[in-house]
């Protein structure tokens, strides 16, 4: 509790965590963007990592704004480009804990290139997608995982494009760990989240999420809320699901749709020898002891 004269005012242990001097955020009623960042800001306490150490990189939407909201070390970058961006700040300090936190439409449309080799190298990144299916903060439109049927500003007679399944994808280019959660399961998501923040690698969550002006008013779904009850009664946790049949089809009201934490797989994470031996080699020393002297790309000498 805090005092401000006479008035007791109450505080909550992430209050630290969050710029009180950027809210009212920009994020509509229903949107699934708030619980997942605040799941992030959960899973830095727990991580045990300091909170000096962790750095979180965003590009271009909705949820590019998360890198304005959380009170760490952070960096608004351009359209599809926070990887490229978090990837300087990994491979020059390999002591920081490097979270990118971006949407569907930043990290898999224009930024696709940059997730698949950054996954296939595997670079010591954290990724968290927040998926809403669209183009929330341009319109609505389309993108590279809107499912097929659904409608969009650029697809008012349903999407004909099979889309990405985005743990599929990021298993098959190399990351070390995968998840699929949605904004709902708060606990499972803030638990991946942690188990991805101590890992070595590239690793991959991917938050289903509503968005109710861009998603769900052109496809009849409602506000956040029935949103998000479409999600959880058709949420089935598989764990040891086989990544091809994670495609989400919102025309198939029989189609679960599979969650859990597919991924948790061990291997050396990218370190370039130029970086090894260069002036930034002392900020790396912890790093290597940690994982056994495996800071070399896999395959490098």
């Keep these: ?4 004269g006479a008035k007791i005012v109450p505080s909550h242990h992430l209050d630290s965590l969050f ?5 009212p955020h920009i994020l509509c009623p229903g949107c699934g963007i708030g619980p997942a960042m605040h799941c992030f800001a959960q899973a830095m306490l727990d991580s045990g990592i300091p909170l000096e150490r962790h750095v979180c990189v965003s590009g271009i ?19 599809g480009r ?11 300090r390999p002591d920081l804990k490097v979270t990118v936190f971006s949407g569907d439409g930043d990290l898999i449309s224009i930024g ?33 995982t809107t499912p097929l049927g659904a409608k969009a500003a650029t697809a008012p007679y349903g999407n004909a494009e099979r889309p990405f399944s985005l743990p599929y994808l990021a298993a098959a280019v190399g990351a070390t760990f995968v998840a699929r959660w ?24 991917e938050v ?24 959880r009664s058709r949420c089935v946790v598989n764990h ?24 948790d797989i061990d291997r050396p994470h990218f370190r370039p020898p130029v970086i090894e031996q260069g002036p930034a080699a002392e900020f790396g020393r912890d790093d290597r002891s940690a994982d056994g002297g495996g800071a070399a790309m896999e395959g490098a000498p």
């Design 240 to 263: 040891r699901a086989a990544l091809h049949e994670l495609d989400l089809d919102l025309r198939r009201i029989d189609q679960p749709f599979i969650l859990g934490n597919f991924v």
């Design 61 to 79: 939407g909705c949820t590019g704004r998360v890198a304005g909201y959380v009170n760490v070390d952070s960096y608004h970058t351009t359209h």
């Design 1 to 4: 509790m805090s005092v401000e």
């Design 208 to 231: 289903l999420a509503p968005c109710p002006t861009g998603f769900g008013r052109p496809n009849n779904i409602g506000d956040g809320l029935e949103e998000m009850e479409r999600y």
């Design 182 to 205: 949605t904004a709902l399961h708060v606990r499972q998501l803030k638990e991946a989240m942690v188990r991805a923040m101590k890992k070595k690698g590239f690793t991959f969550i």
């Design 19 to 23: 710029r009180a001097d950027r809210l």
């Design 82 to 92: 926070a990887i490229p961006f978090a990837l300087g700040i990994s491979v020059v």
């Design 112 to 144: 696709g290139n940059h997730f698949i080799h950054a996954a296939r190298r595997n670079i010591n990144l954290n990724v968290i997608c927040v998926n809403n299916f669209n183009y929330g903060m341009t319109g609505g439109q389309a993108g590279p």
